[in-house]
Structure formats: C-alpha cells, structure tokens
C-alpha cells in the first residue's frame, strides 16, 4: 500500500464529519488523529519497555506531512538506543519552565496520569488544562496558590460558562495536581480541597437520599429476583447479572453500564474504571472482585458466541453492540420486580450503595473509612493531620471488605431461592 500525500491528506480533513473522531494512516505506524472538534493532530504509536505509547509529533498543517515523518525518523533513531521520545520531549518542556511553577506540575502530573486514560479522556483533560486551569493560574509558583485564588477561578469560570459540573470537574484536576506537586516534594503547598468541598457544597441542588433496602427486605428481594429470572428465562442474562453485580460491587450506575472488559483484572480479582467513567472524572479508583463477582463475569463471557474485545462494553445494548444498556433497563427491571421510587416498598438501583454502606456500618464499624473510600466518596474521615498525609488505597481492607458484604449477600440471595422455591412447591401441591 502506498503511503498518502499531502493532497490527499487535505481532502481527508477537509471531508471530515465533526462529532466523529478519524485516523488517517500516514505510513510506518504514523497517524493522523481528527477529534470530534475537528483538530488534527499527528500521533506516532509505539512500544517502550512493552508498553504501548503515543507520541505527540503536533498539530496538522502547522506540522506537514514531510515534518511528521522527519519527526518520525528521529523518534525511531532515539528508540534504537533505548531513549523514549515522549518522555524525552516532556523533560524538555518542563526545563524550560520553571520547575516550581504550577504550569510545571500541571503537566507533570498529566504526563503521568494519562498513561492510564483512553486518548479521548486525555485529550478532554488537556484541553480543560489549556484552556482554563493553565491560563488562569499561569506561572504562579505552586506554594503560591491560596484558597482566596481558587474561590476566584471558580467565581470567573461560573460567571463565564456557568456549568457546575464542569467546574467540579476542573477543581477536582486542580486539587490532583497540587496534591501531585506536595508528593514530588514541593514545599508550603497550601490545602485547597477543603475550599472546593465548600465551593461545590454551597452551589449544589440538594437533592434526597435515593430510597434503599433495607436488610430484612433482601430475602423477599430475591424471592422476587429468582421469579423474574423463571418468568423471563428468554430475556437477557446480561440484564440479570448487571443487577447483582450492582448490588455486591456498588458502584454508581453509569460507571457499571459502561464498564468495558478491559477494565476488568480477573487475575488479580480487580476492576479499574475509566476515569471518565467516575463521577468527577475520579482517577485510580478500583472495585475489589469477590468470588461471586468473578463467578457472574465468568458466566458472562461465556455466554458471548465469540470472545469480547477489550473495548467492548460488558452490558451491551440489545439493539446495538456498540451501545451500553440504558439508565432505565435496571430500572424496569426493580419495577418488574415489584419496586418504585414511591409506595409502600421504594427503591432504586443507587439505592443499593446506600443499603451497602448501613449493613456494612452495622455489622463491621471498624471499616466504616474503608466503606467510603469504596463508594469513591470525596470525603474522608479521620483528623486533618490523617487526611493531609494519609494517602493509602487500603487495598487489603477494601478486598477483604469487598469478599465478607458479597458472601453476606449471597446468604441473602440463598434464603430468597429457599422462598422461591417454597412457592413452587405449594403451587405443584394445589393442583
């Protein structure tokens, strides 16, 4: 196959469709990515130390074709002798800031950390940085930044813009790199999540507790669970193991529904989200897998004809595959089962983070911090001397947490089976 020209790459961009995201093959694993707003940028995918990399060579035309594979060729000179070229430009970059500047940690900090994002979160993230958080906080040094700073980005961006969720979104990604800088061993960096909890408290609509379950309604839960399964055999399995994955892992729904199977460590028995799939856009946060869990995922992909890519989602829509199952498919599901948002029995399928964390508070008080950290809370408890320094994923409690609530779960399910199955038998006995 010939490799493109320049001709040809102007009418490619000049043809592309906004709202869709193209890459156009350039030749010797060079490419030219368009997003979804329509910027081309030249990518050069390779592997380093067996991971793969991308590196950014610049923006199309600014950057021509022959430029891009000059750059190429030099990239590949460096990878011969062992130099990784996108690290190499990055260390660049930072020695000509200066090296305690917010503007050095901010990339610092996104250099590492989207190593582990999807292209397109990472591009989102980049742009939020030099667009807004970059511009406004400019070349403060990072022990300069005082909360009185933060309330007036927040105030300009919202009189600007307006959405509040965004503006979380970006007070969240300053608080990671400020935290990221106080790590590096910045020293005097000032506390400012407190002051965006408050921010993000006082301009929030509150809103009500999602109805839960509550303990001694389980059992009757699934009793109802095992009758829908019976009655709607020909259904999706998918749909039905969604429930009880969300109800043993509580996650928030949309972090479930499009949950791909390249999120999921079966070896290790854990599951990474996507940050963009967290609310916030909350990064390394993971969801330890029980026995259960692993057992319903097992039986999952079992019942694909053909095995699932990593990008595929895990509940895939009905009607196309490359769509993730709805908000409401769980939702008729807890409405079939005899459940609402109203009436004499209320619940909702974010109500099962609530049921979690009250079992879990009651019979085990001691992982009442652990819980939280589990629900991807921003919140944290202990004094401010813990919170400022205590950083620990607490894997080991999360996983042994995480196995004792599915096991306690499952004696719930088995009692609702024994119920089921007690319906059965005194319907057989009155015919």
Known sequence: MSKITDRELRSRVKSHVLGTEEKIRAGDSLFLFITKAGTPVWRYYYRFEGRQKTFSVGAYPEVSLRQARASLHEARLKLSNGIDPSKEK???????????????????????????????????????????????????????????????????????????????????????????????????????????????????????????LREERLAEFFRRYHRYCLERRHSSRRVQIALLLVIITFPRITTLRKATWKEIDSEKKLWFPSAENMKFGRE????????????LLDELKNHLKDS?????????????????????????????????????????????????????????????????????????????????????????????????????????????????????AEILNSR
């Open 90 to 212: 990055q260390d660049k970059k930072f020695k000509k800031t200066r090296g305690n500047t917010f503007h050095y940690y901010a990339d610092q900090w996104f250099e590492i950390s989207s190593s582990r994002w999807t292209e397109n979160h990472a591009i989102k993230v980049r742009l939020s940085l030099d667009k807004e958080l970059i511009p406004f906080f400019s070349t403060k040094e990072i022990n300069e930044i005082y909360p009185q700073d933060v309330i007036v980005f927040y105030q300009n961006f919202r009189a600007r813009l307006g959405g509040i969720e965004t503006a979380e979104k970006l007070l969240g990604r300053l608080v990671n790199i400020m935290e990221h800088a106080e790590m590096m061993g910045a020293r005097d960096v000032k506390r400012i999540d407190l002051i965006t909890k408050q921010l993000i408290k006082n301009n929030k609509v509150p809103v009500e507790n999602r109805p839960a």
């Open 284 to 295: 390394h946060h993971f969801y330890p897998l029980s026995d259960w869990a692993i057992e």
């Open 308 to 424: 699932p890519s990593d990008d595929d989602y895990l509940f895939f829509s009905n009607r196309n595959k490359s769509n993730c199952i709805s908000d409401n498919t769980l939702r008729k599901v807890l409405i079939s089962l005899g459940y609402s948002t109203q009436g004499n029995e209320p619940a909702t399928i974010h109500g099962f983070r609530g049921t979690a964390s009250t079992i879990i508070n009651n019979y085990k008080p001691e992982w009442r911090y652990i819980v939280e950290r589990q629900l991807a809370h921003t919140g944290r408890t202990g004094d401010d001397t813990e919170k400022a320094y205590n950083h620990s994923t607490n894997e080991k409690q999360r996983v042994e947490m995480m196995q004792w609530y599915s096991d306690f779960i499952r004696e719930k399910y088995e009692e609702g089976k024994i119920l089921f199955n007690k319906d059965i």
